[in-house]
């Protein structure tokens, strides 16, 4: 799936590391022949509750738990219908988070009186969700949805949904759906060919592009209070003719730092969509990068994958540097160069660093490990020479008096005193408390955190975040596991 679901603060320890980086492998993770369309990861609460969900062309929608090495891809149903986009609403009810599965489909593919657009997947059954959604003409299919995830005693999120050339906006889990973006009558209008939802430090934004006008230009919007209005955010680049925007990425730390998939290259932005600038990966031919995905571990480890045109065959890079270089990953020995094999979809795995998920058209679903990095141990260095966030200590750890470790601590390091921020954040990138905030010397320091929020109160059981802070640009963050 699209970078919609993902919308967490993730840990990212880049500029103290030490990399070595190796060949990465490539293998086979299950769906084998088939088209997968998009795909999805539900991965908000620990490694034990994570799953991975697909959508294919023909065949319905498939779930896999990724916590059991011997996981087969269990069929979800829906089978016949062409499935054309995947979302998952991560919702809360009190101190439990739960994710609901919807699916958008493009009758107009197969003959069948069912002209349903949206499913929802509920209690093991598919309910039709698209309520207000046009039917008034027959590409008015959904192309992609994206949700913002909530949690707790949180109100629901808003969903919305590419249908056509417009953009509409629902509740999470509501059937009903309200035009948002674009005019149902017009028949000039821009496409709408990709949506994104960065909820990130604090960011709500909805990201939309497409392509407009006689020469096929492309265009990036972004909306700030839930889709009522959108920012026309200029470009500024000479992509050529024929040219759209098809995927984007959000940094997991810095949330104005934005990917955007376009045909033949993937373009940048540092300051929210203000000025946009080429990454190294550009002049690729009748390549169209379709989805784009961001290690969690390391905001600078990207991936772009897409298809080559007109056969629609695989194209894979990834890039160590923020997108400044970018290395090729060919497709594996068995999918030849002349087989669709394009990629519609990446997914980063947030348990495991360098980990990503690929869907094909034609050959399911593939795994990618990048090269291992290798970190240097600061606890055997003789003084800390550099700006250091050690892993908390236990982890897991309890937060009841089960345990003989009721707290964890947290190490970090200061080469030089120097104003310091140690914060936790909640799996949804809300801030829960801060732990430092004030000037602190050189050296080590070790600070005790016992699962409890600015208010004192114990928080649920799940992933958290720790993120250092040292001015603006010099932020590490590590996750670590609360069990109850």
Not at 35 to 50: D, E, K, M, W
Not at 85 to 96: E, F, N, R, S
Not at 101 to 118: E, K
Not at 205 to 232: C, H
């Amino acid at each position: 799936m699209k970078q919609s679901v993902l919308l967490l603060l993730i840990a990212a320890t880049i500029t103290d590391q030490a990399a070595s980086q190796t060949a990465g492998k490539l293998e086979p993770f299950g769906l084998s022949g088939k088209r997968v369309t998009a795909l999805a990861a539900a991965q908000y609460f620990s490694p034990s509750n994570a799953y991975l969900y697909a959508a294919t062309e023909d065949d319905g929608a498939y779930r896999y738990s990724l916590d059991s090495s011997d996981s087969t891809w269990i069929s979800l149903g829906l089978k016949g219908k062409k499935l054309s986009a995947l979302d998952i609403q991560i919702w809360g009810a009190g101190p439990t988070i739960f994710h609901t599965l919807v699916v958008g489909v493009a009758p107009i593919y197969y003959n069948a009186s069912d002209t349903t657009r949206i499913y929802r997947y509920e209690n093991t059954k598919w309910i039709p969700a698209d309520s207000g959604i046009s039917r008034s003409r027959v590409h008015d299919f959904v192309f992609d949805l994206a949700s913002f995830a909530s949690g707790g005693h949180e109100p629901p999120g808003f969903a919305f949904a590419i249908a056509g050339i417009l953009v509409y906006r629902s509740l999470t889990r509501n059937q009903k759906w309200n035009l948002v973006y674009g005019d149902a009558r017009a028949t000039d209008q821009p496409s709408v060919s990709a949506m994104a939802i960065n909820q990130t430090q604090g960011i709500r934004e909805v990201w939309i592009g497409g392509y407009q006008g006689l020469s096929f230009q492309p265009w990036i919007r972004k909306s700030s209070d839930m889709g009522l209005t959108w920012q026309y955010l200029t470009i500024g680049l000479n992509l050529g003719l024929e040219n759209t925007c098809h995927a984007f990425a959000f940094d997991p730390v810095a949330s104005n730092i934005v990917y955007a998939g376009m045909e033949g290259t993937v373009i940048k932005t540092v300051d929210g969509g203000k000025t946009w600038r080429r990454t190294g990966l550009r002049d690729t031919l009748f390549v169209h990068f379709t989805a784009l995905a961001i290690d969690p571990f390391a905001p600078k480890h990207l991936y772009a994958g897409g298809k080559r045109r007109p056969l629609d065959q695989w194209v894979l890079r990834e890039s160590f540097d923020a997108g400044a270089t970018w290395k090729e990953i060919p497709p594996p020995a068995l999918i030849t160069p002349v087989v669709v094999s394009g990629i519609t979809s990446i997914v980063a795995d947030r348990f495991s660093a360098g980990v990503v998920y690929i869907a094909t058209l034609g050959h399911g679903v593939w795994k990618y490990q990048s090269g291992t990095t290798s970190v240097d141990d600061r606890r055997n260095r003789t003084g800390p020479k550099e700006f250091a966030l050690e892993q908390n200590y236990p982890n897991p750890f309890s937060a009841r008096g089960i345990s003989k470790n009721p707290e964890t601590v947290i190490y970090y390091y200061l080469p030089s005193s120097q104003p310091v921020k140690l914060e936790i954040y909640s799996v949804l990138g809300e801030l829960v408390t801060t732990l430092v905030d004030e000037k602190k010397p050189a050296g080590e320091h070790g600070m005790r955190w016992n699962a409890r929020n600015a208010s004192g109160t114990l928080v649920p059981a799940g992933i958290y975040f720790y993120r250092l802070r040292l001015g603006a640009k010099n932020i590490l963050t590590r996750k670590m596991i609360l069990l109850h």
